[in-house]
């Protein structure tokens, strides 16, 4: 009886014993290229993440695209050492487990964008060495503290998502100079955003080539945001709810190149933000701004501003047309329209004060 139960047992262990049965996923189509940007392909349709390695071979693209990729497993992503380039996306991919990316030696740049993502855990990038990471439209509204530690990331996109909330911690060890994460749910830029860029070679300046904040609902950057930040290439917070920048936000950067506040609720821009730095190209499109002082002008050297659908007033534009007697930055664009447009506010009570005058003095006669 008990030999009988134990001879089952050995049985349904060999029959368990199948290598499929540790496959995350099965029956996914592939297309595998060459190099990227050549045109040898080819496509294949896998059994299971399992066989995956022996289909790949010599090929450096794996493209997995449409596909039903619920869940990655340890392993399931592994021992391709030619590739360089991996997009798994819109493939509902929903979980990810540590140890899923492995022996991946000359991967630079991963795809994941379009899943259905909702959380980063610490150390399922462990190990990889890519350059680029696309995370856009997923889920994330959960990002581990130490998701994107010590990793060789410079490009992370992160577009359309659901963040709350800004750490600088995530990046630690992580010489990540661009991020884009538009259209997420950032209410703050928070004190020393971008710390983790200080402590990776104290030797050099710290700079940030593009980083996107828009669409997200900013109300506030944090006056030490930027603190230690040398210089910004393209810095974009368009389309957020900022109604100031906060004095001394820029006091450590020397030099922006590209500054976009358009569609915000700006009424004012104090000097003291920019007291420290030359800006090249400013957009305040669509604000609540009646003047930008030529002292601005004269320390940011600006080049070119844009305050189109802004109410501008004319004692502004007046001492604007005094400024280009001296100077001749920076280009207003479309400075006609914006004269035309300048809300004369002392004119305007002038007009309606005469008004009421003639309609007393019609009405005394
Ligand atoms: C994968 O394909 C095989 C052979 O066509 C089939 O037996 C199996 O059920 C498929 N698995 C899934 C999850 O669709
Ligand atoms: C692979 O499939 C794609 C569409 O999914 C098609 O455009 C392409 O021509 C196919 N390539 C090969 C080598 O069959
Ligand atoms: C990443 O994948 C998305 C969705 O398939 C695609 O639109 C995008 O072009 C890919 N990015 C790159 C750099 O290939
Ligand atoms: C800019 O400011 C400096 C210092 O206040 C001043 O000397 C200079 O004349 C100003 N430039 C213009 C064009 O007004």
């Not at 008990?2 to 189509?29: H, M, Q, W």
């Not at 392993?75 to 493939?91: D, F, Y």
């Not at 609540?288 to 002292?295: A, F, G, Q, R, V």
């Not at 207003?332 to 329209?337: A, Y």
């Amino acid at each position: 009886m008990a030999k009988a139960n134990l001879r089952l047992l050995i049985i349904s262990a060999l029959i368990c014993y199948n290598p499929v049965s540790s496959a995350t996923f099965e029956n996914v189509s592939v297309i595998l290229t060459w190099r990227s940007g050549t045109q040898l392909q080819k496509n294949v349709t896998i059994r299971s993440d399992n066989t995956l390695r022996s289909h790949v071979g010599e090929f450096g693209e794996i493209l997995i695209q449409n596909q039903n990729v619920p869940r990655l497993g340890e392993n399931s992503i592994s021992n391709l050492v030619k590739v360089t380039h991996l997009h798994l996306t819109n493939s509902k991919l929903r979980e990810i487990k540590p140890g899923a990316f492995s022996n991946l030696p000359l991967l630079t740049d991963l795809n994941l964008s379009g899943n259905l993502l909702e959380e980063i855990p610490n150390g399922i990038f462990a190990n990889l060495k890519f350059q680029t990471l696309y995370l856009d439209n997923n889920r994330i509204s959960t990002i581990g503290d130490s998701a994107f530690n010590n990793l060789q990331m410079a490009y992370l996109f992160i577009d359309d998502n659901k963040i709350s909330e800004w750490k600088s911690d995530w990046f630690s060890g992580t010489p990540l100079e661009s991020v884009s994460m538009t259209n997420n749910h950032l209410k703050e830029l928070p004190r020393l955003a971008f710390e983790f860029l200080w402590h990776l070679d104290p030797a050099r300046d710290v700079i940030l080539r593009n980083v996107a904040l828009g669409y997200n609902g900013l109300q506030h950057v944090d006056p030490f945001a930027f603190e230690g930040i040398k210089m910004i290439f393209s810095l974009n917070l368009q389309n957020n709810l900022l109604t100031y920048l906060e004095p001394g936000l820029f006091d450590f950067t020397e030099r922006i190149d590209l500054l976009d506040l358009s569609n915000n609720r700006i009424t004012q821009l104090y000097f003291e933000a920019f007291r420290k730095t030359k800006v090249s190209q400013l957009n305040v499109h669509n604000n609540l701004i009646e003047c930008i002082s030529t002292d601005i002008f004269n320390t940011t050297e600006l080049e070119t501003v844009n305050v189109g659908s802004n109410p501008i007033s004319c004692g502004c534009v007046k001492t604007w047309m005094e400024w280009y007697q001296r100077s001749e930055k920076p280009e207003v664009q479309n400075f006609n329209n914006v004269k035309k447009k300048c809300r004369s506010s002392s004119s305007g009570i002038r007009s309606s004060q005469v008004l009421f005058a003639f309609v007393f003095v019609y009405f005394l006669v």
